[in-house]
């Protein structure tokens, strides 16, 4: 992590070297754990698709791919709902096949408590979890990490996919969203 880099969105928490560098790994302990396993891996919509797009070609093994459309912070939000919805569901069978979830961040574990439920009703071999990043600190339903990137203190995160009101997706890295960045005009309305 990098902290001492900044932006006009506030502090890089983690640079793009680092996010390269562990991607790359979690692509070699996924390929391990699943070599030869008839595999799906669940791109979560639409923080993780960076992560996912970046991850899937660090995995040396066959697989499928899939993609859950989930969401529970609405509008500008910095908070969590606490209400998860469906927004896009699978279309592969996932019935008799590993199943990785990829995501952006675990926070509270609402969301991805829901989704495992959920995906467990569909009868697949397996469901294991890669995440991004993950805030232990605000998690109120524990979820279990197999591929974990990054451990981030409780701050509000954009870039690499995670974003602010739909904006800052784009950015290379992982910065911490700071409350005065709204009154520096860094976020026009739409």
Known sequence: MN??????VGKVLIDRAAIA????????????????EPLVALSVLKGSFVFAADLLRAIDTPLAVEFIGLRSYFGSRTQTSGVVEITQDVKYPL????????????????TLDYLMKNLATRNPLSIKIAALLHKPSRAIKPIPIDFLGFEIPDAFVVGYG???DGR???????????????????????
């Open 3 to 8: 902290g001492a880099e900044t932006n006009a």
């Open 21 to 36: 560098r562990r991607v790359a790994e979690l692509g070699r302990e996924i390929t391990a754990a699943y070599r030869g």
């Open 95 to 110: 019935g008799g096949r590993h199943v990785l979830v990829i995501e952006d961040i675990v926070d509270t574990g609402l």
């Open 162 to 164: 995670l974003d602010f």
């Open 168 to 190: 800052y997706r784009n950015l290379p890295h992982i910065a911490v969203l700071e409350p005065d960045d709204a009154q520096l005009g860094l976020f026009p309305p739409r």
